[in-house]
T-cell receptor
Framework: AQSVSQHNHHVILSEAASLELGCNYS??????LFWYVQYPGQHLQLLLK??????LVKGIKGFEAEFIKSKFSFNLRKPSVQWSDTAEYFC????????????FGTGTRLTVIP | EAQVTQNPRYLITVTGKKLTVTCSQN?????MSWYRQDPGLGLRQIYY???????DKGDVPEGYKVSRKEKRNFPLILESPSPNQTSLYFC????????????????FGPGTRLLVL
């Protein structure tokens, strides 16, 4: 079965610190990858997505993610976090062939301290 | 305004009492899906629908039913709710996939918090 792992359950950073959230998936074939964000009390919103091409993807609000196929990883980064980035972040994966399911990781809660 | 709406937003019920959570989208999307979100487990897909009258199971379909009689609506039905179905439920929709796996951005509803006593 496919799975998505987010090993960081809760990350606490000070404002202006750099962020990297890990995401690893287990699937042997070609995948599409997503990062979603859930601000407190709100629904999920797309941050960025990757299907093919340049493995470094830029999203909204200064976030970016790098797809490393050999490591089955799609880590999310931001050079300088702000208090408003406090949220829960979810990585999601879907295979490019076969099922149309979207598999989510368990999420990483980010707390940014002013 | 493009949106996904869910009703009710909050619901307390008792074991065995049938309930329906409605989901509606105004973006003419083909794909709709239901998820439940539980602490430490993230989001898990319950059911999804590729189009009208086409539904399929996700990861955790047991105890749930869905229907897709119209493109805009995708209700989630709990025929006999149990306490382990206490959760936060999200409906989502997106445009049709391109045939190379699911690619389109999903638009999520505001969530329905369900408590089954």
């Amino acid at each position: 079965a496919q799975s998505v792992s987010q090993h960081n359950h809760h990350v606490i950073l000070s404002e202006a610190a750099s962020l990297e959230l890990g995401c690893n998936y287990s699937y042997g074939g070609t995948v599409n990858l997503f990062w979603y964000v859930q601000y407190p009390g709100q629904h999920l919103q797309l941050l960025l997505k990757y299907f093919s091409g340049d493995p470094l993807v830029k999203g909204i609000k200064g976030f970016e993610a790098e797809f490393i196929k050999s490591k089955f990883s799609f880590n999310l980064r931001k050079p300088s976090v702000q208090w408003s980035d406090t949220a829960e972040y979810f990585c999601a994966v879907t295979p490019q062939t076969g099922a149309n399911n979207l598999f989510f990781g368990t999420g990483t809660r980010l707390t940014v301290i002013p | 305004e493009a949106q996904v709406t869910q009703n009710p937003r909050y619901l307390i019920t008792v074991t065995g009492k049938k309930l329906t959570v409605t989901c509606s989208q105004n973006m003419n999307h083909e794909y709709m899906s239901w998820y439940r979100q539980d602490p430490g487990l993230g989001l898990r897909q319950i059911y999804y629908s590729m189009n009208v009258e086409v539904t399929d199971k996700g990861d955790v379909p047991e105890g749930y039913k869905v229907s897709r009689k119209e493109k805009r609506n995708f209700p989630l039905i709990l025929e006999s709710p149990s306490p382990n179905q206490t959760s936060l439920y999200f409906c989502a929709s997106s445009a049709r996939t391109s045939g190379r796996g699911y690619q389109e951005t999903q638009y999520f509803g505001p969530g329905t918090r369900l408590l089954v006593l």
